[in-house]
């Protein structure tokens, strides 16, 4: 007969033949349940902390970070030290970069604007810890998946909103809740959680027809990079439905089922709804003509001379916008000067990350990056073969959102750092899964 022996922070399980498995006692219910609520909230972040530009769920995820860190059921630093590594390298980096550049130009130059970038930059890397722990110790991959699938939902329709009231549709067009460009970093973050779903569990019909409204929000919407980034992490989970072998036939019907449903509504959508879908992807074909990409192509140019001329500490956290460098304005933008231009955004957030932090910043994040790719990819299939669907969603969501960043800065996002610890949170329960199976 089995033992059980409880103690202060684990159960002691007595098997047969005197052999001992030790099972960790959960954070409590409530402490989850708030996570859960603060995981979602990113994908919804109407209202910010006034002053730290952070969202409104920081304060409440302190708590979450103080329990992890002062009242752990056990000690987790060792364990979970690659990304502990990652993220203290990475602060010094910035940390370096924002007090190096003020000794350079002077220590009346640093101001409370660059101490505040230092403490964002501080909170995101403590949130992907956090949660890279708090997620893969709970074991909490499918029911974080289901809060950011509603959520996501609820981001969909709420674009619906504006489209059929306000007639909010395309690019250019004033959005009401968010910017037509946090609107797009979502959905090409999250929208491909929903397909876990829609191939495993009791409400496949009902998934299916969120991941339609989803899609739907994502062509109204307008982003071009959105629409790429929503194609390439649908095809790359379904890529790992086929590789592990998978559900790979229900994933298949799912697809089938998503474009019948998708051409029978912009058969039956109104007139008004397909034209500016039209218009806007038509600038495929023209884009040397197009302002927004000659934009963008524009900031790379001015990320790229400000790294060249400060390789090593860059020219400090959220200084992009402040400092200013000659640049080749092309024919298509010279309807400006370059004032207009030195203020405009990145654009693209490894191209920020580069030109603001330098070398000091950006190796350790390109490191880890690389980890989350290679290490991700594998530990996506590997958790697959057990039917853990969502952790293909979340690491093709991961390669959504990588690809998106190129075209925005948005690496300064709560989002961005909860989807980077949710890719290595898969990795560290592939790992785990792997040594229990071994032993």
């Known amino acids: 007969m089995q033992n059980n022996i409880l103690t202060s922070n684990h159960r002691i399980k007595t098997l047969p033949g005197g052999h001992k498995s030790f099972s960790y006692i959960p954070y409590s219910s409530t402490l989850i349940s708030l996570f859960l609520m603060i995981a979602a909230y990113t994908v919804l972040p109407i209202v910010d902390v006034p002053l730290l530009g952070l969202s409104i769920s920081a304060p409440l995820f302190f708590l979450i970070a103080l329990e992890t860190f002062f009242r752990a059921p056990k000690p987790w630093f060792r364990e979970y030290r690659l990304w502990i590594t990652f993220a203290i390298f990475i602060c010094l980096g910035i940390v370096s970069s924002s007090l190096g550049n003020g000794l350079r130009v002077g220590t009346t130059t640093y101001s409370l604007q660059d101490m505040l970038a230092v403490i964002r930059f501080a909170y995101w890397l403590l949130f992907f810890v956090v949660t890279t722990y708090f997620v893969s110790y709970n074991k909490l991959g499918w029911r974080v998946a289901k809060w950011l699938a509603v959520a996501i939902t609820v981001l969909a329709l709420l674009r619906w909103w504006e489209v059929i009231v306000f007639g909010k549709i395309g690019a250019w067009v004033e959005t009401r809740f968010l910017t037509q460009n946090d609107y797009g970093i979502l959905f090409s973050s999250f929208a491909v959680i929903l397909l876990s779903f829609a191939v495993s569990g009791r409400r496949r019909f009902l998934a299916l027809l969120s991941t339609l409204v989803v899609w739907g929000a994502v062509a109204m919407n307008g982003s071009r990079s959105s629409w790429i980034s929503v194609a390439i992490s649908t095809l790359v989970f379904f890529f790992i ?187 560290w329960l592939a790992k785990a899964k792997t040594e229990e199976a071994t032993n």
């Open 241 to 427: 439905l086929m590789r592990s072998r998978s559900k790979f036939s229900q994933g298949l019907f799912a697809m089938i089922g998503l474009l019948l449903l998708a051409f029978t509504f912009t058969y039956f959508a109104p007139r008004s709804w397909i034209e500016p879908f039209e218009k806007r992807f038509s600038t495929f074909q023209r884009l040397d003509e197009d302002k927004s990409y000659a934009i963008r192509q524009l900031m790379v140019q001015k990320g790229l001379r400000l790294f060249q001329s400060h390789q090593f500490l860059g020219i400090g956290p959220s200084h992009f916008r402040t400092v200013s460098i000659e640049l080749d304005i092309p024919s298509v933008l010279r309807y400006s000067s370059q004032g207009h231009f030195d203020e405009k955004s990145a654009h693209n957030s490894y191209i920020l990350l580069l030109a603001e932090t330098g070398l000091v910043g950006t190796i350790p994040f390109a490191i880890l990056i690389v980890v989350l790719v290679f290490r991700g990819y594998k530990a996506a299939i590997f958790l697959s073969r057990q039917n853990e669907l969502w952790a293909a969603a979340v690491f093709s969501g991961f390669i959504g959102m990588s690809i998106h960043l190129w075209a925005l800065a948005g690496i300064t996002n709560t989002s961005t750092w909860l989807m980077y610890g949710l890719v290595a949170a898969i990795i």
